[in-house]
C-alpha cells in the first residue's frame, strides 16, 4: 500500500526555522516526482519545492533562498528545510508524490497522483 507520512510541523515564532519530513512506505522515492504543497486557510494549495527526475529542483519564488527540498533515498524520505519564516508561511503543508516518472517535477498539483494527510506549520509575529 502506498503511503506518505508528514511530520515536524509545529508553531514558531517570525525568523524560525522548522524541518519537515515525509516518510514514505510500500514503494520506493527514487524514481519519482516528489514535492511539498501548502495550503492556507481559505486560500488555493500552492507548490512550494519540488524535485525529481535529474535531481532538478524547483522553488516558489516565495520561498526560494529559504526553504530547501532533498530526498534521502537511503530512508526512503523527503524533507524540506524552511528558514526565515514569516506569518505568510503558516499554513498546511503536504507532501505529493507522482508515479514513476522521468519527466521533470513541476510544481502543478495535476502532476501528483499521492498525497500525504498534511502537518500544520504556524508562524507568529
Known amino acids: 500500500q502506498l503511503q506518505l507520512v508528514e511530520s515536524g510541523g509545529d508553531s514558531v515564532e517570525a525568523g524560525g526555522s522548522l524541518r519537515l519530513s515525509c516518510k514514505a512506505s510500500g514503494w520506493s522515492i527514487s524514481n519519482r516526482n516528489m514535492a511539498w504543497f501548502r495550503q492556507a486557510p481559505g486560500m488555493e494549495r500552492e507548490g512550494v519545492a519540488a524535485?525529481?527526475?535529474?535531481?532538478?529542483?524547483k522553488y516558489a519564488d516565495s520561498v526560494k533562498g529559504r526553504f530547501t527540498i532533498s530526498k534521502d533515498i537511503r530512508n526512503n524520505t523527503l524533507t524540506l528545510d524552511m528558514g526565515s519564516l514569516n506569518p505568510e508561511d503558516t499554513a498546511m503543508y503536504y507532501c505529493a508524490a507522482t508515479s514513476p516518472s522521468s519527466e521533470p517535477a513541476t510544481l502543478s498539483e495535476g502532476q501528483y497522483r499521492y498525497w500525504g494527510q498534511g502537518t500544520q506549520v504556524t508562524v507568529s509575529s
Open positions: 524535485v525529481g527526475w535529474g535531481d532538478l529542483i
